[in-house]
């Protein structure tokens, strides 16, 4: 009987947590869609446009590790449920923002938010199942979120053009109201491996600040008090390794990046490729839109083939790393994205579709092929008491990755655009900048391979 409730819970848990996988990245790839009538409804800017995606992202990395002790100390699973409350209240507040400033606010606490599920469910689903379990279930998480992004721009399209871009907050809003209630009911068990343990504010104090001045600066440079909060950011972020090895409970263990080398560059590889790959529909969706003149729902539909491609490769690719050496696996993927950006980074005014679908189905393998092995490199190589931290900090780079991908882009359509709002005659800069955009993240995946190949593979640590 025992056996059968610890099955069901299971079961539940792994529903839960992979509808909370595609729903959360389906309402944000979604968004990037409708920014268009966004910008239009609040007369906003590109740069101001691209504030809608990044104070989500900004806030998300802020927290993530602090959450990610706290739900290692306090339980994995009221991290994760209180995170889906607050995550249904401010998805509501997005819905019925009345200005740009408010809905960015609302955005700002939608990261919060998702920054305690995020940095808990990967850590919960490890803790739950046995560990040769671990690619599938890591693997069926991560094409979830695939899965969720594949269906984003398609339904994103449409419900931004039939009922409004207001509609994408209502949905997530009631889905995210129901994981709440069955998270509450039905997942009895708690994790807490290292509920003995301290909370470090301090650390967590100058991580968030240090974090904040860090990506903020660097997504609006090149003025000169970014440059400043850049600087601070990094010089921030030095003290915090020099406090955390004082630090008896740490809220992130310096060693695990000193002295396992799969784990530390596994994240490296993570940070990386996020900030190679993520910020593409965004500059997609506004090439598709504002240059070939296509409507958001048509622009959605092309903009499948990517995430699509992700997620049929990725329901696999996570099986596969239980037998073969995840590095391999993720230095491969990485190479496969090499060639699909290299490929967008000569966009021109009337490049035909089937060359776009092309270049997007091979990045979509590329990041299908890199990410659940990478994953289930970083968690395998920790003990039991810091599968939320390492969660937490995979997270924090994914997140960071995508908050400089937001940056790199929003930074290259600013040195072409400034801040004026975009207008046909701005065409040849907007092709430029996306160019630039996708040279720069070319260079950054080929980094990337020779990351993902350092460090010996590690059997999984239970």
Not at 54 to 74: C, N, R, T
Not at 119 to 127: E, K
Not at 171 to 197: H, M, Q, R, Y
Not at 360 to 385: C, H, K
């Amino acid at each position: 009987m025992q056996n059968q409730e610890q099955s069901i819970n299971k079961t539940v848990l792994l529903i839960v947590t992979m509808t909370s996988n595609f729903f959360n990245p389906l309402m944000g790839a979604a968004v990037n869609v409708a920014l268009p009538k966004i910008g239009t409804e609040f007369s906003m800017s590109a740069v101001g446009m691209s504030w809608v995606t990044m104070s989500y992202l900004l806030a998300s990395a802020i927290f993530l590790v602090p959450f990610g002790k706290i739900g290692d100390i306090w339980g994995r699973k009221k991290v994760f449920l209180l995170g889906n409350i607050i995550f249904t209240i401010a998805t509501a507040a997005c819905a019925l923002s009345f200005s740009d400033s408010f809905l960015i606010s609302s955005r700002l606490l939608q990261g919060i938010a998702s920054a305690m599920m995020f940095s808990t469910s990967m850590a919960i689903v490890i803790s739950a199942f046995k560990p040769e379990e671990r690619g599938k279930v890591i693997g069926l998480n991560v094409s979830a979120v695939y899965i969720g992004l594949s269906v984003a721009p398609f339904l994103g399209g449409i419900l931004t053009d039939s009922f409004g871009w207001r509609s994408l907050f209502y949905i997530n809003t009631f889905v995210s109201a129901l994981i709440s209630i069955a998270v509450f009911f039905k997942i009895k068990t708690d994790w807490a491996e290292a509920e003995k343990e301290k909370f470090d504010y301090l650390g967590s104090a100058i991580l968030m600040v240090s974090i904040s001045m860090l990506m903020y600066g660097f997504s609006h440079l090149p003025k000169t008090y970014a440059i400043i909060l850049t600087c601070s950011g990094l010089i921030g972020l030095i003290f915090f390794i020099f406090i955390e090895k004082r630090v008896k409970f740490p809220v992130l263990n310096i060693n695990l990046f000193s002295e396992n080398r799969v784990f530390a560059f596994s994240n490296l590889s993570a940070l990386i490729n996020y900030a190679a790959t993520f910020a593409i529909s965004f500059v997609l969706s506004l090439y598709l839109q504002y240059v070939k003149g296509l409507s958001a729902r048509e622009a959605g539909t092309l903009l499948i083939a990517q995430p699509l491609m992700m997620a049929i490769v990725a329901s696999f690719s996570g099986k596969l790393s239980d037998k073969k050496d995840p590095r391999i696996l993720s230095s491969i993927g990485m190479g496969i994205s090499v060639i699909g950006l290299f490929m967008l980074s000569f966009l021109q005014q009337f490049t035909p579709n089937w060359y776009l679908i092309l270049s997007m189905l091979i990045l979509g393998f590329g990041f299908g092929l890199f990410s659940s092995p990478n994953t289930n490199a970083v968690m395998s190589s920790v003990e039991r008491r810091f599968y939320g931290v390492a969660s937490a900090t995979l997270s924090t780079m994914r997140s960071t990755g995508m908050m400089f991908s937001m940056a790199i882009a929003s930074l290259s359509i600013h040195v072409f655009i400034g801040d004026a709002k975009y207008n046909p005659t701005l065409m040849p800069q907007f092709l430029i900048s996306s160019r630039v955009v996708f040279m720069v993240f070319t260079v950054l995946c080929i980094g990337g391979i020779f990351s993902s190949m350092v460090g010996r593979q590690k059997k999984a640590i239970v």
